[in-house]
T-cell receptor, first 115, second 112 residues
Framework: DGGITQSPKYLFRKEGQNVTLSCEQN?????MYWYRQDPGQGLRLIYY???????QKGDIAEGYSVSREKKESFPLTVTSAQKNPTAFYLC??????????????FGQGTRLTVV | AQSVTQLDSQVPVFEEAPVELRCNYS??????LFWYVQYPNQGLQLLLK??????LVKGINGFEAEFNKSQTSFHLRKPSVHISDTAEYFC??????????FGSGTKLNVKP
């Protein structure tokens, strides 16, 4: 089945450590996104990528980094510079590539907790 | 700035009653509108979408929404809710070829 796979589902990190969240899609989509979700704040865009080897900052990019070396993969690194990283992280994709964005498809999310 | 406003953060309703979840968006020439549902600790699932054509859009699980250009609204409705509809609902907008903008969400709590 086509879809988006995020791993791991739960992740614990010690303060001061970097951690990388995985996102893989087999939908052949050009565009991929990372959102952060906190209670009562909806989804806030961290980074997005419209095409391989290119990405742009979203509204809350500070303390995060991404790469887009392959079309199907868009990993997110939460660095030690992110002051409040505990949250639910969602990865999404859409057809992109200059085509009309008819829908965003979401993964099941990764819950990151700083201990 | 482009934005989406969901006016109600929580909506309590009794089972089998009708419900409306409100959504307003920033106006633009071309706008594409979506409603997503999220169950606890899961990703978002598309309920319905408006891209063009009829302003009344029907989706999954008996939900429907109406695109109102003059009021820049896209309210979600269901004539009779079930306990299983308890979830958080997100309205989203796309202006064509770029990113999606999401509202802050509305938690629907269906009571027996």
């Amino acid at each position: 089945d086509g879809g988006i796979t995020q791993s791991p589902k739960y992740l614990f990190r010690k303060e001061g450590q970097n951690v990388t969240l995985s996102c893989e899609q087999n939908l052949n989509h050009d565009a991929m996104y990372w959102y952060r979700q906190d209670p009562g704040q909806g989804l806030r865009l961290i980074y997005y990528s419209q095409i391989v080897n290119d990405f742009q900052k979203g509204d809350i990019a500070e303390g995060y980094s991404v790469s887009r070396e392959k079309k199907e993969s868009f990993p997110l690194t939460v660095t030690s510079a992110q002051k409040n990283p505990t949250a639910f992280y969602l990865c999404a994709s859409s057809i992109g590539g200059g085509s009309l964005n008819t829908e965003a498809f979401f993964g099941q999310g990764t819950r990151l907790t700083v201990v | 700035a482009q934005s989406v406003t969901q006016l109600d953060s929580q909506v309590p309703v009794f089972e089998e009653a009708p419900v409306e979840l409100r959504c307003n968006y920033s106006s633009s020439v071309s706008v594409y509108l979506f409603w997503y549902v999220q169950y606890p600790n899961q990703g978002l699932q598309l309920l319905l979408k408006y891209l063009s054509g009829s302003t009344l859009v029907k989706g999954i699980n008996g939900f429907e929404a109406e695109f109102n250009k003059s009021q820049t609204s896209f309210h979600l409705r269901k004539p009779s809710v079930h306990i299983s509809d308890t979830a958080e609902y997100f309205c989203a907008v796309s202006y064509g070829f770029n990113k999606f903008y999401f509202g802050s969400g509305t938690k629907l709590n269906v009571k027996p």
